[in-house]
């Protein structure tokens, strides 16, 4: 089954779970610049909270689920907290999890019982940070050299009333505002190229989507990263 809509409230037996639909987009995004036909649905939780809550559900209930993804933020309290707390959410179906989270990301085997489990924490499973920081990565580091110094300058100058915790937030948009067709979302950015798509993270995410989900990728995108 081919998921090809915009919606982010989708269901079947392939589920990946995000906290919100910045991710939804981000991970359409990303699939369509590869050119990887997407065949699982993609629902947003709404938060981080709603995202464990739902996914216990889904491993519980007695439907046809085979395989279930989940995409959250480390923020601040860092992967290793965040992989913990989905150990001690769903530890109780059976899942032989390993102690740390991989790198890689996780892709975790079901049992009769209960289905294939895949993990990754936003922005690359060992820093801290959110999709914002994720999609960070995928800038050039000189153009975002100009962008630091740029929001730099409007904190300084007190234009820029963001928080703290909003830095990479309003870095990335910063970024998006100067190109061309300014004002789009982070997903439309990537599916555009505007944002590559093709660095080491957005690589080795989508990657693990492929392991996770079993999609076809071309060879390229298999030996890329061996």
Not at 135 to 140: A, R, T, V, W
Not at 192 to 206: E, I, K, N, Q
């Amino acid at each position: 089954m081919s998921f090809q809509g915009d919606r982010c409230a989708e269901e079947g037996s392939r589920v990946l779970l995000v906290e919100g639909k910045d991710d939804c987009h981000v991970v359409r995004g990303l699939l369509r610049s590869r050119k990887i036909e997407r065949t699982f649905g993609i629902f947003a939780c709404e938060s981080y909270e709603g995202l464990l809550s739902r996914a216990n559900a889904l491993v519980l209930a007695p439907t046809e689920l085979q395989t279930l993804g989940l995409v959250l933020d480390a923020n601040l309290v860092g992967p290793a907290a965040r992989w913990q707390a989905i150990r001690d959410k769903l530890k109780r179906h059976d899942y032989d999890f390993p102690r740390s989270l991989p790198t890689e990301g996780a892709v975790v085997p079901g049992k009769s019982h209960t289905p294939r489990l895949g993990v990754w924490v936003m922005p690359d499973n060992h820093s801290k940070g959110s999709v914002e920081d994720f999609c960070l990565q995928l800038i050039d580091e000189k153009d975002l050299d100009v962008v630091r110094e740029a929001v730099q300058l409007g904190k300084d100058r007190k234009v820029a009333q963001f928080k703290r915790v909003h830095k990479s937030k309003a870095l990335v948009h910063t970024y998006l505002a100067w190109q061309d067709e300014p004002g789009k979302p982070m997903g439309q950015n990537i599916a555009g190229g505007r944002l590559p798509s093709d660095t080491p993270t957005a690589m080795s995410f989508v990657q693990w989507l492929a392991r996770l989900f079993e999609l076809e990728t071309s060879r390229d995108e298999e030996t890329s990263h061996a």
